[in-house]
C-alpha cells in the first residue's frame, strides 16, 4: 500500500496500485481532508490536526478505472455521497445527501445513473424520512415532479426547554456585547428522552473556546421536548441557531 503526505507529514492519499511504476491504481483507495481543508472546522470543534481522523472520500479501482462503490463525506464525518462506478463510468444506484444548514434542514436524494446520466425514478427525503417528493428523469433532463403533500403528517419536532432563551440569554450578554448579530448554527440530536447530544457547530465564533461553550450551554439547558412521528417518541436531528444582539433563537422545520 502507498501512502502519500505533504511537506508536513499530513496523510493525503493511501491506495494500492498494480504496477512497480505506481501508475495504474487497483484496489481500494482512501483520500483524506487537507489540513488547509480541515482547519476552520478543527478550529471551531477543537479537535486534533491529525488528518488520519478527516476522510474525504473511499473508493476502488481496478486497472486504473473507478469501479463499484464511492463514497464522499463531510469534514464532520457525515456521509455526502454515494455514486456507483463501473469502468470508470458513474453507473447504477446514487445517494446524495443535503448536510449543509442554509436551509436549515437536510435532504436525501436517491437514483440511479445509467452512463453518467440520471436516468429513471429519483427519490427526495427529508430530514425525518419521509419521501417529499418523486423526480423522472431521462437523459439526465427532469420530466416530471411527484410532490408528497401529506410529507409532515404525524412529525412533532423537538422543542427547546422551557426558559431556554432565558437560560442562554445569561451566559451568552458578554458575547453579545461584543459582537452584535453574530449566528451560531449549533446541530444537535434530540433523543427520545428529551436529551439534547452530539452538538456540533455548523456556523460560530472563530474562537473554538467559545463554540465548546455554548454546545455546553446547549447540551445542558435542561429537558427537550422530544420529537414525534406518528405519536412515536422519535430521536430527531435538528439545527438550532442562536443569534445574538438582541438574543434570539429558531430551530430547523423540516
Known amino acids: 500500500m502507498l501512502k502519500q503526505y505533504n511537506m508536513r507529514d499530513s496523510l493525503l492519499v493511501s491506495g494500492t496500485f498494480k504496477d512497480s511504476t505506481l501508475t495504474v491504481q487497483n484496489g481500494k483507495f482512501i483520500f483524506y481532508y487537507t489540513p488547509a481543508e480541515s482547519y476552520t472546522w478543527r478550529k471551531a470543534n477543537i479537535t486534533g490536526a491529525d488528518t488520519n481522523k478527516y476522510i474525504k472520500t473511499i473508493g476502488y479501482y481496478a486497472d486504473g478505472k473507478k469501479t463499484g462503490i464511492w463514497s464522499t463525506y463531510e469534514i464532520n464525518g457525515d456521509l455526502q455521497n454515494t455514486s456507483t462506478y463501473a469502468n470508470d463510468m458513474q453507473t447504477g444506484p446514487a445517494r446524495f445527501i443535503d448536510n449543509t444548514p442554509a436551509g436549515l434542514s437536510a435532504h436525501s436524494y436517491d437514483g440511479n445513473y445509467v452512463n453518467g446520466k440520471r436516468d429513471g425514478e429519483w427519490k427526495v427525503t427529508s ?7 418523486t423526480r ?27 426558559n431556554f432563551k432565558l437560560y442562554v440569554s445569561k451566559d451568552l450578554a ?21 436529551s439534547a447530544k452530539n452538538t456540533s457547530i455548523f456556523s460560530g465564533y472563530d474562537d473554538a473556546v467559545k463554540n465548546l461553550a455554548i454546545m455546553d450551554l446547549v447540551k445542558s439547558s435542561g429537558k427537550w421536548r422530544a420529537g414525534s412521528i406518528d405519536r412515536h417518541p422519535a430521536e430527531m436531528t435538528t439545527f438550532c441557531t442562536i443569534s445574538t444582539g438582541p438574543i434570539t433563537y429558531t430551530l430547523s422545520k423540516y
Open 127 to 133: 430530514l425525518y424520512g419521509r419521501l417529499e417528493e
Open 136 to 162: 423522472y428523469y431521462h437523459d439526465d433532463q427532469l420530466a416530471k415532479t411527484v410532490i408528497n403533500h401529506n410529507v409532515n403528517k404525524g412529525i412533532v419536532q423537538p422543542a427547546a426547554p422551557k
Open 174 to 194: 458578554a458575547y453579545a456585547k461584543s459582537d452584535p448579530g453574530k449566528k451560531i448554527i449549533i446541530k444537535l440530536i434530540v433523543g427520545k428522552d428529551g
